[in-house]
Each structure stands twice: as C-alpha cells, then as structure tokens.
C-alpha cells in the first residue's frame, strides 16, 4: 500500500470518528472510492462510483455503486447519515434520522419501481458512470463482463438500497439483532 493510500485511509478514519455530519465523511469517500466499492462488491472488475446521483428531479442519492457481472448489473443507492448518530434511540426505536433515512429509501424504491421511469433511469446512470464515475475517471462505456453496455436490455439490474448510519459502538446485541433485521428487499429489473 502506498504512503499516500494509507494516508488517506488514516484521514477517512480521522473523519469517521471525529465527524459530527455526514459531508465531511462524504468528501472522503468521494476521496477514496475504492473503499466505497470494497463497502458493497467483492470484486473490483467493472465497478462504478458516482457521487450525489440525482433520481429524476426529485430525490438524490449520495453515492451510487454500480457493479457489473455476467450478463447484470448490481445497482447500490447510498445514503449517508452521521457516523456519530446512533440509529436508535434509548428505547431502541428508530431513531428520527433514521426513520427520515428510511424514508428516503422508500421514496427512492417507488421511483425505481416506476415502468415509465425505467429508461429514463437506466439512461441517466449510464451517463453518470461515463461522466461522474470518481474510479476510473476515463469516460469509458460501463460495461460488465460479457462486454455488454449498461443500458443493454439484455442486462439483469438488481437494485439495492443502504443507510449508512451510526458506528457499530451504538449498538448493544440486542440492537445489533435489530439492525441486521433492517434488510430491506432487493428489487430485479430486466
């Protein structure tokens, strides 16, 4: 690992632990994209970050991961919250800013799940991943890893959807079993 890498990692850290909002946080992941990569995919091949990802003119995501395998796409929608927040409250509810994250999602969800807006979807992220993408940075046309174009309608697109809240020191078992039961299903477009 290179001094600058393991700087930047150390910086991410720093940001992580000492951050009171999500922004600074955000800067550093867009910063250090392959982190956000190795956060979703296991795999490095084909693998797209793009940063404040707009859903129509209606909802933004912070991060989107954009990953390609055999014939498919994994499609991740990111929403930050503050490291320093915990998800739930003394009670163990959701908390408020949660409950908004959550919130977000659905209405993120419900804009994918629209049949007239697919098109539209899968246009805007493929040019995102060719103008935005904070990996590669090269303008290449995404493709997986039989060479078919992202927008190919051949291609499998699974949808997923994560907050990314609170530090795991938030979490007692009892909210650690709560917050593993928060998996929100993933939605197939073909």
Known sequence: MTKLRQRRIQDLIQAVDSSSGEREVHRHLEMNPWVVLRLFETSYNNGYIISHFSLGDEFEADLVVLRGFSGGWNIHFVELEPPSLS???????????????????????????????????????????????????????????????????????????HVLMGRRQHLDGTLMTRKAGLIIETRIIE
């Open 87 to 161: 998800p739930f409250n003394k009670a163990g509810d959701y908390s408020p800013r949660l409950n908004h994250a959550v919130g977000q999602i659905r209405r993120w969800k419900l804009f994918v799940d629209q049949p007239n807006k697919e098109t539209y979807l899968i246009s805007q992220l493929a040019s995102a991943a060719k103008t935005k993408d904070l990996l590669w940075q090269n303008g290449r046309e995404p493709t997986c890893s039989v060479g078919w174009r992202f927008d190919d309608p051949r291609s499998m697109r699974l949808f997923h959807f």
